[in-house]
């Protein structure tokens, strides 16, 4: 009798165990706030120069077949593609990003369109490495036959420590935002709540303005400064005062 009864109690034992530490860890999770709940925005921001920049470049060719827009087009786009390989770029910095053939027309008022031709364009995306030397590497697609350029987007080809640098900076600024929430008010910071990121933000550069063909006549050399560019994190922090 008393076998079974010491049976029942360890087994009760083990029963409990486990829905009293769940219970415990319920009350850790949703403890109460005793005191003033303080909401902030805080933001990191960190600046580096630009080490990366994308350019579109490309051959627009007309002809008065579409074979023949084609064709010309496929070989004034070798050899600008041989040109970049020449200038170091490899192959996986290298991607077509269009390829078109449209027909041209001439319109008249009150007659019907005429077609006149076909129009082909290749364009390839670049990544430059060396942004100090695209410049040099651009006019020489110009030379090869390339009639329209544009760009370049100038990023971090790898921001990851950036933007944790930004983290950093970002915390920083909200705890001591609230220190001073905190002493403004006769209270004092007991424990951070709650912490959620927004996402990174680089702010876009701006554009490089199109090279047509009527600029490709200038013979000004062609120059591409980097700068440098602010990358951001922003974050929502929240603090107990008492």
Avoid: C
């Avoid at 034992?13 to 403890?31: F, I, N, W």
């Avoid at 670049?126 to 030379?143: E, T, Y």
């Amino acid at each position: 009798m008393n076998g079974r009864y010491m049976v029942a109690i360890l087994l009760g034992g083990a029963v409990l165990a486990p829905s009293a530490a769940s219970a415990q860890e319920v009350v850790a999770v949703a403890r109460p706030i005793a005191g003033t709940r303080l909401d902030i925005s805080a933001t990191g921001s960190v600046s580096r120069i630009p080490d990366l920049a994308i350019i579109s470049a490309g051959v627009i060719t007309r002809s008065s077949t579409a074979t023949g827009a084609i064709a010309d087009n496929a070989t004034r786009m070798e050899r600008v593609r041989a040109a970049l390989r020449r200038a170091g770029i490899e192959d996986r910095d290298i991607q077509t990003s269009s390829i078109s053939l449209n027909p041209d027309y001439r319109y008249q008022d009150g007659q019907p369109p005429v077609l006149t031709g076909y129009q082909a364009s290749n364009n390839v995306s670049v990544k430059f490495r060396d942004i100090r030397n695209s410049g040099k590497i651009l006019d020489a697609l110009v030379a090869q036959g390339a009639n329209q350029i544009n760009g370049p987007s100038l990023t971090i080809d790898k921001p990851e420590a950036a933007y944790d640098e930004a983290r950093g900076k970002a915390i920083a600024v909200g705890r001591a935002r609230a220190e001073l929430y905190a002493r403004s008010l006769g209270m004092r910071v007991v424990r951070l709540l709650s912490l959620s990121e927004g996402g990174g933000y680089a702010p876009p550069p701006m554009p490089m303005a199109e090279r047509g063909d009527m600029a490709m006549a200038v013979r000004a050399k062609t120059e591409i400064d980097p700068g440098s560019q602010d990358l951001q994190v922003s974050l929502a922090m929240s603090f107990e005062l008492q």
